[in-house]
């Protein structure tokens, strides 16, 4: 068996969670948070899976987890004068981490 724990933005969550039920995984629990750079929310996915199912998995998570581009203030000051231009950044996508499993329950 693995384990795979996927970080997953909160504007994807819900679609990439009815996408993995379909799979029929032995396990999946999700756990939501914030933080990181920007604070925004996101969620930890951790899923059991049969190792011929990594895969599909995968395929769902690049699917449903796209990558955005927004924009935040970034502070310059210049002769005493605050100012704030907007920054580009990428945001979204997953985080994956896949890893062998030696032994799983449930009670």
Same mark, same amino acid.
């Given at each position: 068996?693995?384990?795979?724990?996927?970080?997953?933005? $909160? !504007?994807?969550? !819900?679609?990439?969670?009815?996408?993995?039920?379909? =799979?029929? =995984?032995?396990?999946?629990?999700?756990?939501?948070?914030?933080? /990181?750079?920007?604070?925004? /929310?996101?969620?930890?996915?951790?899923?059991?899976?049969? !190792?011929?199912? &990594?895969? #599909?998995?995968?395929?769902?998570?690049? &699917?449903?987890?796209?990558?955005?581009?927004? %924009?935040? +203030?970034?502070?310059? @000051?210049? #002769?005493?004068?605050? $100012?704030?231009? +907007?920054? !580009?950044?990428?945001? /979204? /996508?997953?985080? &994956?981490? &896949? %890893?062998?499993? @030696?032994?799983? @329950? @449930?009670?």
């Amino acid at each position: 068996m693995q384990a795979m724990l996927a970080i997953v933005q $909160s !504007e994807d969550v !819900e679609a990439t969670i009815n996408k993995l039920k379909t =799979l029929n =995984l032995p396990s999946a629990r999700y756990v939501a948070s914030s933080g /990181g750079f920007l604070r925004q /929310g996101n969620t930890s996915l951790t899923i059991v899976v049969n !190792e011929d199912q &990594v895969n #599909a998995v995968l395929n769902v998570l690049r &699917v449903t987890c796209q990558r955005r581009t927004t %924009y935040v +203030p970034a502070q310059l @000051e210049v #002769a005493q004068l605050a $100012s704030a231009f +907007p920054v !580009e950044v990428q945001v /979204g /996508g997953a985080t &994956v981490f &896949v %890893y062998d499993l @030696e032994r799983f @329950e @449930e009670f």
